[in-house]
């Protein structure tokens, strides 16, 4: 029996090309042009809606890894970006709609790869099945994935920013749980003094903003306010919501600060924390501006900026295997966005990695689960791995990488996270028989 895919986009794509290239038959189901989303245009598969560009492609970036551990992995996506790539200085940037054919292409003339152009509004109760839907998916299939997920099935994202641990002034930041409960230190904690708090507000309140397109206008639950909308309301809204300081006194004066900022560790390594409450829909200028005035936060390096916008997506780490499969009915995987990836290369990779292991899994082989050292691992591993209470959608960076052994310097250390990333690789791609 064919693998079914749901969703033709960049991971769709991906996975049907990786499954069909090691021998696997493929349906791969796609509802345009017989229905569009309110975002696509284009008749084609593998259609970029927001952005012509892929990002960075230096190895200093860590979506600049993903994308060479892709090329070297014989990667769909990337020989069409390279196929079709425009100049845009160190980005790799593509023309979309050559991007779209080119994909296209290759999918329909594949032997081993049935294009059904229909929309699939339910899973299928049997075979193995690969769902590619993405975060704009069709509201008959949500309501099926629904039941199949319980309530672990969002349809917006509320993400706050994430900023790296080695950038804060721990001089400013002090550890402590709100009136001292659980280990003292599960929250780092920003103080601000009234000035240094009415500034912020007013800062907030004037600050642009992004537009909502209109098959966004999203009513806010009072639990996900964008961090503007509260201070709109009033000077003191913020200082009885995420900003209250009740049973945070600083250690080191023993005074409670008039207002702070609590920043909870994203990971375990703790590497990386979320500024709590603070999700917003500022422009990212905006955001680093405003919130490098915070104490602490001066230097601040940010993992991940934070937005608001719809995105259909699971809650991967409480429902998924580390091999994207169901934990409740493991012939089902999940792939791309609707995984809690954020990014049109991080939609590839996910691809890629359930179109293989949902081959192997046909053809009785070892299921194909890349290290937690190279891109492809540490971004599925944070995904599964995550703190399924508090889960939010990630790009790929550096800050969900294992911490290389020994004392690096700051300045050569992505070289050398890339450095054994891709050695990585290399020895899990000889174990897959994916050597050139």
């Not at 593509?94 to 229909?118: C, G, M, N, W």
């Not at 924390?273 to 601040?300: D, H, S, Y």
Request: aromatic share 6%; with cysteine; charged share 20%.
């Amino acid at each position: 029996m064919p693998i079914t895919i749901i969703g033709a986009g960049l991971a769709g794509c991906e996975a049907a090309w990786q499954a069909a290239q090691r021998g696997v038959q493929v349906v791969l189901h796609e509802m345009k042009p017989e229905k569009f989303s309110p975002a696509h245009h284009l008749p084609g598969l593998a259609e970029l809606v927001c952005s012509n560009s892929l990002r960075g492609d230096s190895l200093e970036n860590a979506v600049g890894l993903l994308k060479e551990e892709l090329r070297r992995c014989g990667s769909l996506v990337m020989e069409a970006a390279e196929a079709t790539r425009v100049p845009a200085g160190g980005a790799l940037a593509v023309d979309r709609q050559l991007f779209s054919d080119y994909i296209t292409e290759k999918i329909t003339a594949h032997p081993l790869i049935r294009l059904a152009r229909s929309e699939v509004d339910e899973i299928p109760a049997e075979g193995t099945v690969i769902v590619a839907s993405g975060p704009l998916t069709s509201d008959a299939l949500a309501a099926s994935l629904a039941c199949l997920t319980g309530d672990r099935l969002y349809f917006y994202d509320a993400i706050a920013p994430i900023v790296s641990s080695a950038s804060l002034d721990m001089t400013k930041v002090f550890a402590a749980s709100r009136y001292g409960k659980g280990s003292g230190d599960d929250y780092l904690n920003c103080p601000l003094n009234q000035a240094e708090y009415l500034c912020l507000v007013d800062e907030l309140v004037r600050a642009e903003k992004v537009p909502s397109r209109d098959f966004e206008k999203i009513i806010h639950f009072e639990g996900c306010m964008p961090v503007e909308e509260m201070a709109e309301r009033g000077p003191e809204t913020l200082r009885f919501g995420p900003m209250k300081p009740v049973g945070l006194a600083d250690p080191r004066s023993g005074v409670e600060p008039y207002a702070v900022i609590q920043l909870r560790a994203e990971n375990l390594e703790r590497t990386m924390f979320n500024l709590v409450g603070f999700q917003t829909k500022l422009t990212w200028p905006e955001q680093r501006r405003i919130f490098r005035m915070i104490p602490g936060l001066e230097q601040a390096e940010f993992v991940r900026l934070g937005s608001m916008h719809r995105n259909t997506f699971i809650n991967a780490p409480a429902l998924l295997l580390p091999t994207q499969q169901l934990r409740t009915d493991p012939r089902i995987f999940f792939a791309g966005q609707i995984t809690g990836v954020e990014g049109y290369v991080e939609s590839a990779a996910s691809g890629f990695l359930a179109g293989i292991t949902a081959a192997c899994m046909l053809q009785g082989k070892q299921l194909a689960v890349p290290p937690p050292e190279t891109a492809l691992g540490a971004l599925i591993a944070h995904i599964t791995n995550a703190d399924a209470k508090h889960f939010q959608p990630m790009n790929v960076n550096y800050g969900l990488f294992p911490e290389l052994p020994g004392r690096v310097k700051k300045k050569e250390k992505r070289g050398k996270l890339a450095e054994r990333a891709l050695a990585s690789l290399d020895a899990w791609r000889e174990e897959l028989l994916l050597t050139d």
